[in-house]
C-alpha cells in the first residue's frame, strides 16, 4: 500500500512526466472501461504520487464524451431533455455506472443500517433498497434536468466537463483526511494518498470550471461541491467511521450535481 511521502510536500519526482502518466492510466483502468494504455500496469507502490491525483483528468474525458454524445443526439433534433438522457447514458457506460453504485449503496447502508457492521453489510450485498433507488432517482433527475435546462450543446459540454472534473478534484482530499473504513475493499488497495496528491487533485478539478463557466458560477459551483463533499465525509466518519470506494462513488454524484445545478442558476441570471 502506498503511504504519504515524507521527504518533503512534493517528494521526489512528484512532477516526473512518467509519473503522471504511470497515475493516469492507474485512475482511468480504475474509474473507466475505457481501453487506457498509456503508462504502466504496475502497482503504486513507491511512486512519488498517487492515481488520485489524476481523477480530475479522467473526469475531463468522461465529460468530453458525454458532451459529444448530447451534442449528436442535438444534431439529430432529439429533444433537450431526451439528449440529456443520452449524455448520462455515455458518460455511465465509460464509467461502468460506478458512482452511481456507490451513490446508491451509501443512501442504502447509511438509511437502512443499524450500526456500523450493518451499514458496512449493506453497502457491501449487490442488491438495491429503497434508499438507494430513491438516491438515484433525485440525483440522476437533478443531472438530466440540469442539462435539459441548459439545453444549447456549447454550453452542455462545457458544464459537463467542469462537473466531471470538479466532482472527482475533491476524492483524493476525502481518501487523504479520513482512513479507510474496511481493512480491505477498493480504498484500502489504492492506497491513501498524501497531502500533495489532494492539492494538486483539487487545482485539476477547480481548473475546468473556472476556465469554461462564468466566474461566478464557477466559485458557486465549486463552493457547493466542497460542502456537499465535506458533509458527506464528516457523515461518513460518523456512520462508518471512514471512507469506501462506495463513499467516492457517492461524493463524485453529489459533486457532478451540485455544478450542473449550479450552471443552471447562473443560466438563470
Not at 39 to 50: I, M, N, V, Y
Not at 93 to 118: C, I, K, N, P, Y
Request: with cysteine.
Amino acid at each position: 500500500m502506498q503511504q504519504p511521502t515524507s521527504q518533503g510536500f512534493w517528494g521526489p519526482g512528484f512532477w516526473a512526466p512518467a509519473g503522471w502518466l504511470d497515475d493516469l492510466a492507474a485512475a482511468g483502468r480504475l474509474l473507466t472501461r475505457l481501453p487506457f494504455r498509456l503508462g504502466s500496469a504496475e502497482a503504486t507502490a513507491g511512486r512519488a504520487g498517487h492515481p488520485a491525483r489524476c481523477y480530475p483528468v479522467v473526469g475531463v474525458l468522461v465529460g468530453v464524451l458525454a458532451g459529444l454524445a448530447y451534442a449528436l443526439a442535438a444534431w439529430l433534433a432529439l429533444p433537450p431533455f431526451a439528449a440529456a438522457l443520452v449524455a448520462l447514458a455515455a458518460g455511465m457506460l465509460a464509467t461502468g455506472a460506478l458512482h452511481e453504485d456507490g451513490l446508491a449503496d451509501v443512501a442504502d447502508g447509511f438509511g437502512g443500517g443499524r450500526d456500523r457492521d450493518r451499514k458496512l453489510a449493506i453497502m457491501r450485498d449487490s442488491r438495491i433498497g429503497s434508499y438507494g433507488v430513491l438516491a438515484l432517482i433525485l440525483v440522476l433527475a437533478a443531472r438530466g434536468g440540469s442539462l435539459a435546462t441548459l439545453a444549447a450543446p456549447g454550453t452542455v459540454i462545457a458544464a459537463l466537463v467542469a462537473a466531471h472534473a470538479a466532482s472527482r478534484g475533491g476524492l483524493a482530499a476525502l481518501m487523504w483526511a479520513l482512513p479507510p473504513a474496511r481493512s480491505d475493499g477498493l480504498a484500502v488497495a489504492t492506497g491513501r494518498p498524501g497531502a500533495a496528491d489532494a492539492l494538486a487533485a483539487a487545482v485539476l478539478g477547480a481548473l475546468p470550471a473556472l476556465l469554461l463557466l462564468e466566474l461566478d458560477v464557477a466559485l458557486a459551483a465549486l463552493a457547493a461541491t466542497a460542502l456537499l463533499q465535506a458533509g458527506l465525509a464528516l457523515l461518513a466518519r460518523r456512520q462508518i467511521g471512514g471512507v469506501t470506494g462506495d463513499v467516492l462513488g457517492a461524493a463524485q454524484q453529489l459533486g457532478e450535481a451540485a455544478v450542473l445545478l449550479a450552471a443552471c442558476a447562473g443560466l438563470a441570471g
